[in-house]
């Protein structure tokens, strides 16, 4: 999958946050974040069960362009600016893209917008159980809440 790939993927949700830091400061606590919510043992164990294509994490840390989390690939990374990560496993082709913009001086902006397709009656009802059950909702935002704390 492409840079361009994901958004061509349908829209799921998007969640925002405001940190009190500079945009630098809040790339490399998100990354650190991705890095703690995706690079445990059990996630790998996730992405193993699910079939992911990545499975490992692996390449340049902070993540650029290349760099894996188990169920991510990095498809693009402009530092202090957008993240897209992307993926599939047996029941969806995903991606979560993180945007980062300074609307005042030492606020930054931090989004994180989902897309992903879910085809075929296993991917529907993986999606009500992901997405449906609102657990992909709680995580992005602990994430985000995460981000927001530890980037000060």
Known sequence: MNAAAPLYLP???????????EA???????????????GSGRAAAYARLAG??????????????????????????????????????????YALIFHLDEPTPGRTRLRAETRARFPGPAGALYRQLVIGTGGHAMGVRRMLKAVRIRAL
Do not use: K
Not at 56 to 63: E, I, V
């Open 11 to 21: 829209y799921v949700d998007e969640h925002t946050t405001v940190v009190a830091a």
């Open 24 to 38: 630098d400061a809040v790339w490399r606590e998100l990354c650190e974040a991705l890095h703690r919510s995706f």
């Open 52 to 93: 992911c294509a990545d499975r490992t994490a692996s390449g340049p840390r902070p993540l650029a362009e290349g760099s894996t989390l188990p169920g991510f690939r990095v498809a693009s990374a402009t530092p202090g600016r957008e993240l897209v990560l992307v993926g599939r496993h047996h029941f969806s082709t």
